[in-house]
Structure formats: structure tokens, C-alpha cells
């Protein structure tokens, strides 16, 4: 089987078949991170472009090594506010880069929709990193190859996506790709946080951490913007903490053994106790392991290097 | 100058629907009937199979002039209006500087006399700067020639100085036009709330937005007494209440527009930024209420909100992109199409274009009565023709009916008794 898209803006598109393509693509990369000498030659001569327009370490030094060790030549842009300010549009900046001859690039932007507005003006493939509240694709394979590593199986796995769904790119990503691979999902929060007709998405819809907890298998919990308070989505954080936090107490509501995933960064104390994130049950670093395997393998797959 | 208008269909609503001729002399009409004489010295325009109706007149347009003279001037939003069949337009007046003085409406006025397009009336500002804060000098603003006072785009939040309008208005028998929109609840939005702004990712503007600001200025109209006049419409719940306030008494018209009841907002995925308005593009079931509006007569008329912007900035990113439509060279075979679901007679769309808005406006305009202005609209009702914005006469091309296959064209637009547009 092949990979049939250009460009990888959302994860809403993409049929089951071609996520397992990917995560299993990701298999062999996964290997080459554990040698000794971490690199292949897949993409020596092709140019990779990192665009981000809002601050981001993890997900850009994960695509940046995942560039390198395919031995693309990769070059780090990020566009202060006052270039915005000057006046350059989005798409005028894209066409600039795209002048050097980007083969692929990698867009991190506040709004919705840039990724894909981005690659209809350009010849590159366009990799999203996140646009707004609407995806951030690769964050939700990464979470899907860590799962199939632990649980291997999906089909009926229990998954509670918890907190701030509705301004959440992970989470629309990983709803979108966690039915389509056959898993049961859950999104618990308060109704501030619900986006319109969540539930058409194929999720149950929970109120109370504790119900929404009760036999699952996989808790995602979703990082509490901090600067949204104010904003009447909640009243303070010690309440939200109280009531929506995953502590040891809580965990034992799950299933035994189920897994603990976050994208990261995290509030330690708020959305999550300590003791939860450093635990046995918690599989957050592997998850930033894997994002490079992953997203070695979607470079890898959008470049044609397996055609 | 004299015109004969020979052998078309004339729709006059309320007066006369069916065969007829229009002449015209002096820049008024002179005779309505069937088989008249061509006075010597007349121009003939043939109209065969042709419907030729009062010129029509929009109550809501953007004209960006003065301030954004890039997206559009007076000059070419007439040429655009006349090239749609609108005769008489209101333009909004939230240019820059807004029109909330004499000198600006005498400006506008001025511009739109050198154009010698359409006729064009002014809707002055109802508080200084729009702000919301303190009214402007409306009576000087009627004297000067505005038709009707709106903050549109800028809706009053502070309900008391809204009443304060609508009391003051009464003095001067001017409308006070209202963008519906709670500026909390819909802050940040940028389309309708609902499952596809989930799936698109993108903050939304519930109905409630529109409702709850439609309740209270129905309260304050019923309190104050004023004409109250709500600009286009978009949810069933405002279309419930604006019925209900009708039947009991209140002095309300509404207008509805030609992308309120054509499109949902699924116009909006992929990102499409001509298909982003404010008040956005709503549901099914929205489109549907707009439409039974429409047919009873709770929506009295239809608007186009004519909003030109740059190319360049509906290329951006969908949120930073600015809301707006252009409508005025569309909304006729639109309207038709409403004609042709049922949803309306002809006569009954030419009455929302026509003898509707002049009403609500209290405008000396809309109709073929003898003695009236000659403004006529002669058009095609079934020739179908693809929207092409590349040969729009607006400055400006953001339309979501771009390629649209449409029925129903205007041939000739004649204002105050002269040609001013006919189809190439």
C-alpha cells in the first residue's frame, strides 16, 4: 500500500488502513533511534522547513531530529509577531520559503485552518503541527503508536480524553483517529469545555471524572491553558484541580494497568498530581520517544522516498 | 429625455402585474398601460420577455468610502448596484471617519452625485464614533439627508443608550436599524456555533448571539414606540420573535440576505473565507425559518449587506480574515430562486426589493406609479448565466457564489429617467 496524500493537514481525512501505514512506517524508524548511530540517507537532498508561528519546543525539536536522521537538510523558522505586525501575510511568507525550494513544510499556527489554507497556495507538502483548536495530527499517531505498543490491540479500548476538549487540537485529532482505528472514547470536562455536538463525533460525553473514569484503559489528560482563566470556562484552578485533576486515588477507577498519556507540557499538581505523571502507569515520555519515530515515518511517506 | 419601455412584463407590486408599457419623460413616469404611443422624439427599449420592475433598493450596503476607498468607492459601488438593478442604496456608516455628522453625509452625498449611478441615502451613525457611548447629532444628520441611523457593525451593547436612540429618533420619524450581535457571547467568533465549527476547530457565534440582542430591542421598541428596523437576519429564533412582535403591534420591519437563505455553514469548510459574514452563515433549519420569514411577511426585505473586501485580505488565515460578501450584482437571480422554490410569487420578490424597502424607509422610491422617479430595473427572468467575479463592477470579488450557474439577468437599469447600465 501506498500513501496517497500530498500533504498531512488533519487526521479527519485519513482512512484506518493509512494510519496503520503510518504507525507501522514509524516501526522501522523507530529502530534507527536506538542505534548507535542515529541516521539514514531517506531524504539526503530534500529540504525541510519548520514553520512556527507560535511557540512550541517539543513538537519542533521532535520534528527537527526526525528531519535529521533522515538526513534532510532542515532549517528553523519562526516568525516573531512583529513580522505579522509588518504586515506579511501567511501565505507570503509560505511562498518565500517555498522560493528556496522547501520540498516539505512543517506549519505550527494559532489559526485554525492555516495548514490548509497554506497548502493550497503552495507546491510543497504541508505538514501540520497544529492549527488552532482544529488538529494536530501527528501528536494523535504518536499517541496511537504508543498505545499499540502497550495494548497492542485497539479495537474496544477505553479511552478517556480529559479537560479542555473544546480548545483542543489534540483532542480533535485524537477522537477522529482513535474511532477510526475501532477504540471506544470518552471526553470528560465541564460543560465550558464541550465543544457544539461533540458526541457526533462518536464520543460519550462525561461530567463527572470519577463516572468517566470507570473501566477505561487509556486516560489522556489534556493539558489546562492556564491563561484561559477569566474566561468563565472555570472558576478557579484549585476547583478545577479538585475536580477534573487525575490523582492515585482516581486512577484506581480505571482499569488495572490502563495507561496514563499527556501531551505535554504539563501542570504538575493541576490537571495531573505528581505522583500520577512520574508512575508506572504513566507512558509520557515514551510518547515524546515515539513522536520521533512518527514523525520520521509521515516525512518519510510525504517525501515519495518510498515510491 | 424620453423612454419607451415596450412590450414587457411589468411587476409593480400592488399596482400592476402583467403586460404593459412605461413611458417616461422628464425623468419621471408618465404613463403605465398597455399598447402606448412613442412620442416623437422617444427612445424605444424593447423589452419583449422581459419583466420591467421599480428600480430596487438595498437598505444595506458598504460603500467603504470615505477610509477604504480600496475595496470600494461610491463610484464603483453605484457602478455595481445599478449593474444588479438597484436603482436607490443605504450605505452603512461605519466608514472611515463614520458618518456621524453632517460634513461626512454631505461627502457621501456629494460623491454619489459626481458617480451619477444609483441613488444613494446615507444611514447615519446612532452614537458618535459608533461607540456605543454618546448619540450622534442625529437631527442634524436627517437634516442633511440620512434616512435611517444604525451603529451596524458595531452593535449599541449599552441597552440604555439604545433607548435613548430609539426615544430620540421618534422626534425625527428616522428608523433606528440594529446589527443584532451580543458582542460577549459572540466574542472571538468567527462563524456559526455548531457541529461544524467543531469540526473546523474554529471559535463560533451561537444563535443566541443574534436572539438575545433581537429581545431586547423589540422590548425597547415597544417600550419607546420607535421604528425599529433589524438588519439581516439569520436565525430561526430571531424570525419567531420579530413575527410574534409584529402581531402584536410593534413597530418592526426586518431584512433578510440573499446568503441567509442560500447557504449553511457548511459554505465554511475548507476554510472558505468568502463564505465568512457576519452574522454568520447558520444551520439548515435557519434557512428554512429565513424562507417562512420571508413567505408571511415577517422578513418585509431583502438586503444584500453588500460588504466589498480586498483580495488579499480574504486570503488569510480564516479567523484574521474580514467578514463580508459582496451581493449587489447576485442578488436578483438569488431572489429568484425563491420564486422559482415557491417560496415566493414574483410579485411578492419584487415587493421585497421594491415597494418593501422603500416602506421601511419611509423613501419616495420602489415604484412605476405615474409621477414617480423613473427608476426601472428590466431583466431577464430566465436566462442563466455563471457568476464570474473577474467581470463584477465592484471594486472588490469575495463572493461564494463565484461559478454559481444562476437564472435571471438585468439588461438595462434606468435612473431618474436615464439609462445607466445596460448588459454588454
Not at chain 1, 131 to 145: F, R, S, V
Not at chain 1, 218 to 240: C, H, K, N
Not at chain 2, 89 to 107: A, R
Amino acid at each position: 500500500m501506498s500513501f496517497k496524500h500530498k500533504h498531512l493537514l488533519s487526521v479527519a481525512p485519513l482512512s484506518a488502513d493509512e494510519i496503520m501505514l503510518i504507525l507501522e512506517t514509524a516501526d522501522s524508524f523507530k529502530e534507527v533511534s536506538g542505534r548507535e548511530i542515529k541516521k539514514v540517507p531517506a531524504l539526503r537532498g530534500k529540504t525541510v522547513v519548520n514553520l512556527f508561528f507560535e511557540p512550541s519546543t517539543r513538537t519542533r525539536t521532535s520534528f527537527e531530529l526526525a528531519a535529521k536522521r533522515l538526513s534532510a537538510d532542515v532549517i528553523n523558522f519562526s516568525p516573531s509577531n512583529s513580522s505579522v505586525v509588518k504586515g506579511e501575510t501567511l501565505l507570503d511568507t509560505a511562498r518565500n520559503i517555498e522560493a528556496m525550494q522547501a520540498d516539505i513544510i512543517v506549519l505550527r499556527h494559532p489559526a485554525a485552518g492555516a495548514a490548509e489554507t497554506l497548502a493550497r497556495g503552495v507546491k510543497s507538502s504541508v505538514i501540520n503541527a497544529g492549527d488552532g483548536w482544529h488538529e494536530h495530527p501527528t501528536q494523535a499517531l504518536l499517541d496511537l503508536y504508543t498505545l499499540r505498543e502497550k495494548k497492542r490491540n485497539f479495537n474496544g479500548l477505553r479511552v478517556a480524553i480529559v479537560g479542555d476538549v473544546a480548545h483542543s487540537r489534540v483532542a480533535r485529532s485524537n477522537i477522529h483517529a482513535l474511532t477510526k482505528v475501532g477504540a471506544e472514547v470518552r471526553v470528560v470536562g465541564p460543560r465550558t469545555m464541550m465543544p457544539f455536538g461533540i458526541e457526533r463525533l462518536g464520543v460519550r460525553m462525561y461530567d463527572n471524572l470519577d463516572e468517566g473514569l470507570r473501566g477505561v484503559d487509556v486516560i489522556m489528560m489534556l493539558r489546562l491553558q492556564l491563561e484561559r482563566q477569566g474566561r468563565a470556562l472555570y472558576p478557579t484552578i484549585r476547583e478545577y484541580s479538585r475536580l477534573y485533576g487525575l490523582t492515585a486515588e482516581r486512577l484506581k477507577l480505571a482499569e488495572a494497568g490502563a495507561l496514563v498519556m499527556h501531551p505535554g507540557p504539563i501542570n504538575r499538581g493541576v490537571e495531573i498530581a505528581p505522583d500520577v505523571a512520574d508512575s508506572f502507569s504513566s507512558v509520557i515520555l515514551d510518547q515524546v520517544t515515539n513522536g520521533v519515530a512518527v514523525r520520521m515515518g509521515i516525512l518519510y511517506l510525504l517525501s515519495g522516498a518510498n515510491q | 429625455m424620453t423612454i419607451l419601455i415596450k412590450g414587457g412584463q411589468v411587476v409593480d407590486p400592488g399596482r400592476v402585474n402583467g403586460p404593459a408599457d412605461v413611458l417616461i419623460e422628464n425623468g419621471k413616469v408618465t404613463a403605465v398601460g398597455q399598447k402606448l404611443k412613442a412620442p416623437a422624439d422617444a427612445t424605444v427599449v424593447d423589452a419583449a420577455g422581459r419583466g420591467v420592475m421599480p428600480g430596487f433598493i438595498d437598505l444595506h450596503v458598504h460603500f467603504r468610502e470615505p477610509g477604504f476607498e480600496y475595496k470600494e468607492t461610491i463610484q464603483s459601488g453605484t457602478a455595481a448596484a445599478v449593474a444588479g438593478g438597484f436603482t436607490s442604496v443605504c450605505c452603512m456608516p461605519n466608514t472611515s471617519p463614520v458618518n456621524d455628522n453632517q460634513s461626512i453625509t454631505e461627502f457621501i452625498l456629494e460623491k454619489a452625485r459626481a458617480a451619477g449611478n444609483a441613488n444613494v441615502f446615507p444611514v447615519g451613525a446612532i452614537t458618535k464614533g459608533s461607540e456605543g457611548k454618546e448619540l450622534a447629532e442625529i437631527g442634524d444628520l436627517r437634516r442633511a439627508g440620512c434616512v435611517a441611523i444604525s451603529d451596524d457593525g458595531l452593535p449599541v451593547m449599552n441597552s440604555l443608550v439604545m433607548r435613548r436612540a430609539m426615544e430620540y429618533a421618534i422626534a425625527f420619524d428616522v428608523p433606528v436599524v440594529d446589527h443584532c450581535e451580543d458582542l460577549h457571547l459572540s466574542e472571538g467568533g468567527c462563524m456559526n456555533e455548531g457541529f461544524v465549527s467543531t469540526q473546523l476547530g474554529l471559535p463560533g457565534v451561537p444563535a443566541a448571539a443574534e436572539d438575545v440582542m433581537v429581545a431586547r430591542n423589540l422590548a425597547l421598541a415597544e417600550l419607546t414606540g420607535a421604528r425599529l428596523h433589524l438588519a439581516h437576519l439569520s436565525t430561526a429564533g430571531s424570525v419567531r420573535m420579530v413575527r410574534d412582535a409584529k402581531s402584536r403591534g410593534i413597530k418592526v420591519t426586518a431584512e433578510a440576505c440573499p446568503h441567509h437563505f442560500m447557504l449553511t455553514e457548511e459554505a465554511v469548510c475548507g476554510y472558505n473565507t468568502h463564505a465568512k459574514i457576519n452574522p454568520p452563515l447558520r444551520t439548515w433549519a435557519d434557512v428554512q425559518a429565513i424562507k417562512d420569514g420571508l413567505r408571511d411577511g415577517t422578513i418585509d426585505v431583502i438586503a444584500t449587506d453588500h460588504a466589498p473586501h480586498a483580495t488579499q485580505e480574504k486570503q488569510q488565515e480564516f479567523a484574521a480574515a474580514p467578514n463580508g460578501i459582496v451581493g449587489l450584482e447576485t442578488a436578483w437571480p438569488l431572489t429568484l430562486t425563491l420564486v422559482e422554490e415557491g417560496v415566493l410569487s414574483l410579485e411578492a420578490a419584487v415587493a421585497k426589493l421594491t415597494t418593501e424597502p422603500a416602506r421601511a424607509f419611509s423613501l419616495q422610491k420602489g415604484t412605476l406609479a405615474p409621477g414617480a422617479d423613473a427608476d426601472v430595473a428590466i431583466a431577464d427572468l430566465r436566462e442563466s448565466w455563471e457568476v464570474d467575479p473577474a467581470r463584477f463592477r465592484s471594486k472588490s470579488r469575495n463572493t461564494p457564489f463565484a461559478g454559481w450557474k444562476v437564472k435571471g439577468r438585468i439588461r438595462t437599469t434606468i435612473v431618474g429617467g436615464r439609462v445607466v447600465y445596460e448588459t454588454p
